[in-house]
């Protein structure tokens, strides 16, 4: 088991719509309705009867753009932790790299941003030809490459796993439940 990632082997040029142009101004699009406008509607439909789908959040991001902290996601109502996400990167030449850090010692930040130098680089991942369940719940950043980076992040609803060991073992055959293995 992966304790950060978990690509799912289904190229992003299947999943995204083949007529897409579709790029929201928006940083949230709620409910499926987005979806389909973004993705192929055989798979939004198969990924939300396997789970269920509330929304997607939209990351723009300007070449070598760099933040120099990491940050866990929350739930905006109740601070409680996100555990996963869907991503998946819209084709481009240098699509950046995504991070995952430790924590130094027993330095525990309640704060969303974490400076780099109070955390451990524990594991990368290039997302560009496969999609990507990413684990939100730990400090995580990305690197822009070269050019001008659209993700797509599909949010699920909330309190299905415990923790991210069930997350990887409910996405461990997800290739077949999609139609694809
Ligand atoms: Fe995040």
């Given at each position: 088991m992966n304790n950060y990632f978990k690509e799912i082997k289904i190229p992003v040029t299947k999943i995204l719509d083949p007529e897409f142009k579709?790029?929201?101004?928006k940083d949230w699009l709620s409910g499926l309705d987005f979806c389909y406008k973004i993705f192929q509607k055989d798979f939004?439909?198969?990924?939300?009867?396997?789970d269920n789908i509330?929304?997607?959040?939209?990351?723009r991001r300007k070449a070598n753009m760099q933040?120099?902290?990491a940050h866990f996601d929350v739930n905006l109502d109740d601070s409680s932790k996100i555990l996963?996400?869907?991503n998946i990167v819209v084709p481009c030449e240098d699509p950046g790299i995504m991070e995952w850090y430790s924590y130094n010692d027993n330095f525990i930040s309640k704060e969303?941003?974490?400076?780099?130098?109070?955390l451990n680089l524990e594991e990368t991942l290039v997302?560009?030809?496969?999609?990507?369940i990413v684990r939100t719940d730990i400090p995580h950043r990305v690197i822009c490459g070269s050019n001008d980076r659209i993700c797509y992040s599909i949010r699920f609803a909330r309190n299905k796993f415990k923790n991210w060991n069930?997350?990887?073992e409910f996405y461990q055959n997800i290739e077949s439940q999609l139609g694809v293995s």
């Open positions: 579709y790029y929201s101004k939004v439909d198969k990924l939300h009867a396997y509330i929304g997607v959040r939209v990351f933040i120099n902290t996963y996400a869907l969303a941003n974490i400076p780099l130098d109070q997302l560009s030809t496969y999609p990507a069930e997350v990887y």
